[in-house]
């Protein structure tokens, strides 16, 4: 569905990735990890255009992405969920959620589209009308998950969405996916949680400094005594 081929990105002088190589095929859930400024936004951003890739190839259903626009990108059904929640705190949850599907090509289902994001999170159907900024941490990453899905995405790229979450609400973040994940959408997962994101990918990349460094099946990653000990602490 998507591929990555050596693709590295800077901001301005600082080179922020150098060599990421990677796919996520039809229907998969891929799990991007490493530790903080290992370079997993910055993968997500120049997948969505914000960052344009000084080298390399991305493809996403065959097509090339170099020359598209942030927008035109969506479109094609790419939708990425940034780190850091960020509602549009003055807007209630539905008018956060409407935002979601400006895309032409959600557009049309606006209205499906919010009965599933209802369906799959009760609490945003009960707190349609209260503004965004006033909902929890947890409630807001809900929010953000359920903006995502309003633009009916084959490839739903979400950033870090169990960070400074209650470990409830974490569980509860982690099972939302899951169902997701379970109606067919393809899923790029980043997550410095690398115990719990493995239990949910398929298969993941270990990024460090900006290249990927190791890539495997989730279950031989949670075996591998690297991994154990850089990131599950065993
Ligand atoms: N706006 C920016 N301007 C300059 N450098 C940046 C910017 N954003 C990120 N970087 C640098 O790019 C590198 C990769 O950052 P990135 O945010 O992709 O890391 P990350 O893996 O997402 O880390 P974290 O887990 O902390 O979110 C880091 O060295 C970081 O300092
Ligand atoms: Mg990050």
Known sequence: MIELTGVAASYGSVKAISDITLRVGEGEAVGLLGANGAGKSTTLRTISGLLKLTSGKITFMGQDLASL????????????VPEGRQVFPEMTVHENLEIGSYAPRAKIDRARSLDLVYTIFPKLAERKDQLAGTMSGGEQQMLVVGRGLMLKPRLLMLDEPSLGLSPVMCDVTFEKIQE????????????????????????????EGGKVIMHGQSQDLLNNPQVQAAYLGI
Not at 185 to 202: C, F, G, P, W
């Open 180 to 207: 997701i994940h379970k109606m067919g959408t393809s899923i790029l997962l980043v997550e410095q949680n690398v115990s719990r994101a493995l239990s949910l990918v398929q298969r993941a990349y270990v990024l």
């Open 69 to 80: 626009l942030p927008h035109q990108i969506t479109e094609l059904g790419i939708a990425h």
